[in-house]
């Protein structure tokens, strides 16, 4: 047997992780274009961010969703163009821009929540709730110690 056939008998985390996560991330982004919401999982991922803060600056939004510079301002301008958000000029440093919600941005709030959550559900199945605890619990720990 190769190398790659070893690697592969022993399910290696990241493989697994990253797949899982395409696989949510696809049927959520399919979920989004039923409803006729025109956004993408990237651009939810920013609004999720404004959600929780609004007015965080360029630099915030990249570094919360592990996005380089040039990526958040391409979402950003797409985001822009579709009304849902817009950036000012920071008071505080004048080479920054903050980012916040239109009312537009802010109705979808409500229904992207309620398809990700079916998404989450779907996902977990089957899947005995104290043993999806535990996968959390995995998961976060994974998360600290890649940081």
């Known amino acids: 047997m190769g190398a790659v056939e070893d690697f592969f008998r022993g399910d290696p985390?990241?493989?697994l992780l990253t797949r899982a996560a395409q696989n949510m991330r696809l049927q959520l982004g399919r979920a989004f274009a039923d409803a006729g919401l025109g956004i993408s999982v990237e651009q939810w991922h920013i609004l999720m961010e404004l959600w929780?803060?609004?007015g965080l600056n360029q630099r915030e939004l990249g570094s919360r969703c592990c996005k380089s510079k040039v990526s958040i301002t391409k979402i950003l301008?797409?985001?822009e163009d579709q009304g849902l958000v817009i950036r000012r000029r920071s008071n505080r440093d004048r080479r920054g821009n903050r980012?916040?919600?239109t009312e537009a941005g802010?109705?979808?709030q409500d229904i992207t929540?309620?398809?990700a959550k079916k998404n989450s559900h779907h996902a977990v199945e089957g899947i005995d709730p104290e043993r999806v605890d535990v996968c959390k619990?995995?998961?976060k720990k994974i998360f600290e110690n890649m940081k």
Do not use: E, S, W
Request: glycine fraction near 4%; hydrophobic fraction near 55%; charge should be positive.
């Open 13 to 15: 985390m990241g493989f």
């Open 52 to 54: 929780q803060q609004d």
């Open 77 to 79: 301008a797409k985001l």
């Open 99 to 101: 980012v916040f919600l």
């Open 106 to 108: 802010y109705r979808l």
């Open 113 to 115: 929540l309620r398809l």
């Open 137 to 139: 619990d995995v998961l």
